[in-house]
């Protein structure tokens, strides 16, 4: 009785301040010799770990030594699965050398919860979140910050149900924001994922030349925000289309002068560089296509026009073979809200022989409009086998090659495009090449002079012989159609004091990381210390001259009124998957679906539920109903929805948006859906023929049936 009042009265000393305590299962992992772990150690390693595994069989383990985002060094990787059942499962990352544990972290897709008689509360969840740093992370959990207390990366699902901590790695009272250890407690009290980012080598000298009020000076004269078209936040309409539009803000890019050194009071940008003078966007040239139609083209007319592509711009073969299939492209902002465009359909075309007399496959992917926005050259098993290039050509070279290719393929809008010059540090040079089969050299997208953050092409170039081996520049099309003209009504410095008052200067640790956007390292990581704004994250919209907040947003879309609903799940993985919208924090689980809404969710679906055959109609011959005019917001919902056979075309007819569907008229819906794409599943919910009306949350469950069968 006295120990267990010992622990709880500990633990509780735990919530409000650092652990301090010694001993434990962590000096096990901390004490591993430093020559690399084998694999029986390692398992014996992760048996000792406090890791709910008792359920699950180990599958597989293996050792990784590509580089990736947080992870530089070799580490172990360790996969567990449900017995008899892989739906679900577990993953447990080791470092390779100290044996400390990096990831850990549980899924279970598609095993229903339920609702437990009795939830954890938030104090009692930290309880176990920091019990769990004690055995995992003693040494790391003694110089961390209190729970939430700086912003930090969270884009894991919205924790509707369960508790995450966030431990801000402190050291001597100064932050490093960069450095944490992250915990995840359900609602019943499991730890079901843990993430530990932490630098191991020496942190620079608490010794910085420049004072907090000088700082505060050369702040307002060296960090510069830039003026770009970002993607943060969505407009809702009634029908729950999502319309990203972008919007014209002042934030920080990669070239953006950002930081101040702590010791020699120069502006760095967010790789650790120096900037000594701005750095200026060059675009490839100054072309730009005359006018901006999008007009859906029929099957045979984008076969035309794949053909006339591939052979004025690469020289291959004017016959095409058969359409080799078609891919959907698929984007997110950093709230994880997907997006998807136009779908992209792949033509192969045989290049003429070369010196050797060889012919090579090349495919190119063309969007609805007619728009190349894909190339790729097809590549042996033998080659994609063995990237081992240990003379490679210099990246410099690479960058003037996949230029030259750009201006070659879009040779009307050279103004529109530029090239981001991030090369490669040497040592990842290697784990790029395994990775994607050569340089992969970056492009930006620009609006009247203006970049968009994020819409990236990309260029891949053999690192040997130097061709282009793939291109992709799909974002470009479909970012620039939904981008509408803003007006800038205040200035950068105007946009500074704006974020002055929700934001506070502070000495920091730092870490440069890689820029994993452009998918490679591009600066060794290796801590400075500098001055840098900290606090609530988010832009300043140029327009309206107001703070867009990051945090507040992310909360808005938490569906805060389904936690006890019997459906819970179902419309969580709704949320996910862009079915249902969340508006201020609600999703209205017993709202009465629209015929229009649920013609748009349909549509949604169908990307994993992709009917067999696609029937392109030409703007013009299409039938709509009366009441779906060329002005409504779901003609391009209901056109895709007639082109995939989810609908049929009627002459005469009111399709009624706005009325609310029934089960029985959801239903014949949703076999179309269902008989296309050879998705069979019995559902309780789909037997019901009655005219009631259909509620958001049965339609979620009906969903999550069909998505777990599929998946």
Same mark, same amino acid.
């Given at each position: 009785m006295r120990k267990s009042l010992m622990l709880t009265i500990f633990l509780l000393i735990c919530m409000t301040g650092p652990i301090t305590s010694a001993g434990g299962a962590s000096h096990v992992? *901390?004490?591993?010799?430093?020559?690399?772990?084998?694999?029986?150690?390692?398992?014996?390693?992760i048996s000792k770990l406090p890791l709910s595994l008792g359920d699950y069989e180990l599958d597989s383990i293996s050792r990784e030594d590509q580089l990736t985002y947080w992870k530089d060094k070799p580490y172990w990787s360790a996969y567990w699965s449900g017995k008899g059942d892989r739906s679900a499962g577990a993953v447990v990352e080791i470092d390779a050398t100290t044996g400390k544990l990096l990831t850990y972290y549980k899924y279970d897709y598609g095993v229903k919860k339920g609702i437990p008689e009795k939830q954890l509360s938030r104090d009692e969840a930290l309880m176990k979140a920091r019990a769990f740093l004690l055995a995992v992370a003693m040494e790391e959990a003694n110089r961390v910050s209190l729970p939430n207390q700086y912003p930090t990366g969270d884009y894991l699902k919205p924790h509707l149900t369960d508790h995450f901590f966030s431990f801000t790695r402190v050291e001597d009272g100064i932050p490093f924001? #960069?450095?944490?250890?992250?915990?995840?407690?359900?609602?019943? !009290?499991?730890?079901?994922?843990?993430?530990?980012?932490?630098? #191991? !080598?020496?942190?620079?000298?608490?010794?910085?030349?420049?004072?907090? #009020?000088q700082a505060k000076n050369l702040w307002q004269k060296a960090v510069q925000p830039v003026l770009s078209y970002l993607y943060a936040g969505e407009q809702i309409n009634t029908y729950g289309l999502k319309e990203q539009a972008a919007v014209l803000a002042y934030h920080y890019d990669e070239k953006a002068p950002v930081l101040l050194d702590a010791v020699t009071g120069k502006a760095l940008n967010i790789l650790g560089e120096t900037l000594d003078h701005s750095y200026k966007i060059m675009p490839l040239g100054s072309s730009t296509?005359?006018?901006?139609?999008?007009?859906?083209?029929?099957?045979?007319?984008?076969? #035309?026009? *794949?053909?006339?592509?591939? @052979?004025?711009? @690469? !020289? *291959?073969?004017?016959?095409?073979?058969?359409?080799i299939g078609s891919t959907v492209f698929m984007s997110s902002n950093q709230f994880g809200e997907g997006d998807s465009g136009p779908s992209t359909r792949l033509f192969g075309y045989m290049l003429p022989p070369d010196e050797k007399g060889e012919e090579k496959l090349i495919r190119i992917g063309l969007d609805p409009y007619g728009t190349l926005t894909s190339y790729e050259v097809e590549t042996d098993d033998e080659e994609l086998e063995n990237r081992d290039y240990p003379n490679p050509i210099p990246w410099e070279k690479a960058q003037t090659i996949a230029n030259d290719f750009m201006k070659r393929v879009y040779s009307d809008r050279l103004g529109e495009m530029y090239p981001i010059p991030l090369p490669p540090i040497e040592k990842s040079k290697a784990s790029m090449f395994q990775r994607t089969g050569g340089y992969e050299l970056t492009y930006g997208l620009l609006i009247a002079g203006i970049p968009v953050e994020n819409a990236i092409a990309s260029v891949t170039v053999h690192p040997v012989t130097g061709e282009v081996i793939k291109m992709n520049a799909d974002i470009f099309h479909h970012v620039k159609q939904k981008t509408k003209k803003q007006a800038v009504n205040i200035t950068a410095q105007e946009a500074k004091q704006v974020e002055e008052n929700h934001r506070e200067l502070r000495l920091t640790y730092y870490l440069p990381h890689p820029e994993w956007i452009h998918g490679t390292y591009l600066v060794e990581p290796e801590p400075k210390l500098v001055y840098r704004m900290v606090g609530d994250e988010g832009y300043v919209d140029a327009e309206t001259g107001k703070w867009f907040s990051y945090t507040e947003y992310r909360d808005s879309k938490i569906p805060r009124d389904i936690a006890e609903h019997p459906h819970w799940e179902a419309m969580l993985h709704a949320v996910e998957r862009g079915y249902l919208t969340v508006v201020d924090s609600k999703l209205n689980p017993e709202q009465v679906v629209t015929r229009g809404e649920f013609l748009r969710i349909l549509v949604k679906a169908s990307i994993y539920h992709r009917p067999s055959e696609t029937f392109h109609v030409e703007e013009g011959e299409t039938t709509f109903f009366l009441d779906i005019d060329e002005s409504h917001p779901l003609r391009e919902t209901m056109k895709e929805a007639m082109e995939i056979g989810l609908q049929a075309e009627h002459e005469n007819e009111i399709f009624e948006p706005d009325r609310n569907i029934t089960k029985k008229e959801a239903i014949e819906m949703l076999k179309l859906l269902i008989e296309s794409s050879e998705t069979k599943v019995p559902n309780k919910e789909m037997s019901l023929q009655e005219d009631a009306p259909l509620t958001r949350a049965q339609l979620a469950s009906i969903l999550y049936s069909l998505d777990l069968h599929v998946d």
């Open positions: 992992l *901390a004490n591993t010799s430093t020559s690399s772990l084998t694999k029986e150690q390692v398992i014996d390693l924001l #960069e450095n944490y250890l992250q915990v995840v407690v359900d609602r019943k !009290g499991e730890i079901i994922r843990y993430e530990r980012v932490w630098h #191991e !080598g020496s942190l620079p000298s608490l010794n910085p030349v420049v004072t907090a #009020e296509p005359s006018k901006n139609e999008y007009k859906k083209l029929t099957e045979i007319k984008l076969r #035309e026009k *794949a053909d006339t592509l591939a @052979f004025s711009i @690469f !020289g *291959a073969e004017k016959e095409s073979r058969d359409v």
